[in-house]
């Protein structure tokens, strides 16, 4: 174990953002890479919100593509720590990308808006957070608005999502009357100024006469609120919140940049440093001396004017430098790393070294697929990156027939990032796509038209569902393939697939051939 692994190892942070559409995701990203340094212009983030409108939102969106999707994973530098922070889209149809996502980070910043409380994608993105108890801190943003009454708020977060909450700050007021917040672990009071660049006057200690002098009476409502608060309210505790059971809270306002230098603050303070993380035959600590990661998300035609396809790597043990040569454990081949890139905020740039905690970007001709791992030697696979199978399916028609080749190509590379999966039955030339969400549908025919020249429609098909198929007995599984074979199909990986036309074809199915095994989700194997 090299200190220099170690040392690097302790200053990274990798965290996603999760929220409800609207919360103020994309608001908070912009002052953080502010904050950090690492962008100049406030509103090149906003070119990423590219998920949560309607189809023909989308598509317009699209075209900036260029900017949108390279942030999606933006590092920089926050008081002498390295932060990665990897983008989660926030429409529910791309939520397998989310749950891959959350897969590579080792913390996640929860925002919540003040009027609204716990949304229904809060608590999904919070269950697939559960999965590896992963620490969550909360923000309550827009103060500067009227919302709930923040106890009620503490209140809802940990019925609904069953979570110990640890006020950090708190509010004192809201909307119009929103004069600050309170650290209750600093003792000190930040004045909300609202747009105005600097921070607020900070006042040391809650019987500061000062907070008289500027409150009048409402100073001794807030030291009797501050009373009921600490009385109210578990304190924070370290441990419960890298298990994943308790929740530090801050409040403020993401748009006023109010209430977020206490976030990040106690982010890079308390939320881990890289974890080790799980392969099929050990675990992996991030401080060996050997480097390993794993890849959780491919993007096609990230730059439309180079059309390339970029594999996003987490970065798990050892040290990249530039023309390395690693392993990539599924196919068992050495690959030198001459190209890859890491992400500094809104510019792609050319990776001289990676530490653990890092996102490296690989230049994929085809030959990378999600949840590969690459390691200097060892063959290790990363367990824990999941596809799911669709539940929705669609016959890809071609409207002009001598495009059919560029069709598969774009099916084919398309799929590779695992929104959609192409399914090529073994009796017949269709090929039928599956996605989790219908937006994904309508995706792939626009990027089919921008990015291969190619157009096509949809027709309906008779596919319920899709199970990998699995059977430790050859001679069972050729059987099965005859017998079955109208409803079996290749997946875009080359894996065989079940696709069944009805639950009742797959209950019957699945009883009559008891050897076999139908899988719902896959890992590489
Ligand atoms: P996202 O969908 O979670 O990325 O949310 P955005 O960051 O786009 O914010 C949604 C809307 O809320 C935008 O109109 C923001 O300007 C607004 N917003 C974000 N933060 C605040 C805040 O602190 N106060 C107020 N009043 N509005 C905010």
Same mark, same amino acid.
């Given at each position: ?15 996603? *953002? ?47 593509r260029g ?38 980070? &080792? ?116 030291? $009797? ?39 990040? &603050? ?33 993007q096609a035609n990230m730059d439309p004017k180079h059309r390339d396809r970029i ?25 030198? *790393? ?19 905690? $890092? *996102?490296?970007?690989?230049h994929n001709h085809g ?32 409207? &002009? ?5 560029a069709?598969?190509k774009g099916?084919?590379q ?17 090929? *039928? ?14 990027r089919?038209?921008g990015e291969y020249g ?18 430790? $007995? ?40 008891? $050897? ?10």
């Open positions: 174990m090299s200190d220099a692994i170690t040392q690097q190892v302790n200053k990274r942070r990798t965290f996603a *953002i999760i929220s409800h559409p609207d919360a103020g995701k994309t608001t908070l990203t912009e002052k953080l890479l502010l904050f950090g340094g690492a962008i100049q212009m406030a509103g090149s983030v906003k070119s990423r919100k590219t998920d949560k409108h309607a189809t023909s939102d989308w598509m317009e969106m699209e075209k900036e900017i949108s999707v390279t942030s999606s994973v933006m590092q920089f530098p926050y008081k002498g720590r390295v932060v990665n922070l990897l983008d989660t889209p926030g429409h529910a149809d791309f939520s397998e990308d989310t749950y891959r996502t959350l897969t590579a980070v &080792d913390s996640a910043l929860m925002v919540i808006d003040s009027a609204k409380g716990v949304e229904e994608r809060t608590i999904k993105l919070m269950e697939v957070c559960r999965l590896r108890d992963t620490p969550i801190l909360t923000f309550i943003n827009k103060l500067d608005r009227e919302g709930r009454e923040p106890l009620e708020l503490l209140d809802e977060v940990e019925r609904i999502l069953n979570i110990r909450c640890a006020p950090m700050t708190w509010p004192i007021g809201m909307g119009k009357g929103f004069k600050g917040i309170f650290h209750l672990y600093h003792d000190s009071v930040r004045l909300f100024e609202p747009h105005s660049k600097d921070e607020g006057e900070l006042i040391q200690g809650l019987d500061n006469p000062r907070l008289d002098e500027l409150f009048g009476a409402m100073a001794q409502d807030l030291r $009797d609120e501050i009373e009921l608060v600490r009385g109210a309210s578990d304190e924070f505790d370290l441990e419960a919140f890298l298990a994943g059971e308790m929740t530090p809270v801050f409040f403020g306002s993401a748009m006023n940049n109010f209430g977020v230098t206490e976030l990040m &603050d106690a982010y890079v303070e308390y939320a881990p440093a890289p974890q080790p993380r799980q392969t099929k035959t050990r675990d992996v600590s991030p401080d060996e001396d050997v480097f390993s990661g794993f890849v959780f998300k491919i594999a996003f790597m987490r970065v798990c043990s050892g040290h990249y430098t530039k023309g390395m040569k690693l392993h990539q454990s599924r196919i068992g081949k050495d690959v030198t *790393i001459a190209n890859a890139v890491t992400f500094m905020a809104a510019e792609r740039e050319q990776a001289e070294e990676a530490w653990p905690g $890092d *996102i490296l970007g690989l030959t990378i697929q999600i949840g590969d791992t690459f390691t200097q030697g060892e063959s290790l696979q990363f367990t824990g990156i999941p596809y799911f199978a669709p539940e929705l399916f669609r016959r890809v028609r071609l409207k &002009d027939p001598l495009k059919n080749k069709l598969l099916l084919q398309l799929s590779e990032e695992g929104a959609t999966q192409l399914f090529r039955p073994l009796d017949n030339n269709d090929l *039928i796509l599956g996605a989790v969400g219908v937006l994904q549908f309508d995706v792939v025919v626009h089919l038209k190619v157009e096509c429609a949809y027709e309906p098909v008779q596919v319920h569902t899709a199970r990998w198929v699995y059977c430790d $007995d050859d001679r069972k599984l050729e059987e099965f393939k005859r017998k079955a074979s109208l409803n079996l199909a290749l997946d875009g990986a080359g894996n065989l697939t079940y696709i069944a036309p009805s639950r009742v074809n797959l209950d019957l199915t699945m009883e009559r051939w008891p $050897d076999i095994d139908f899988r719902a989700t896959r890992e590489h194997l």
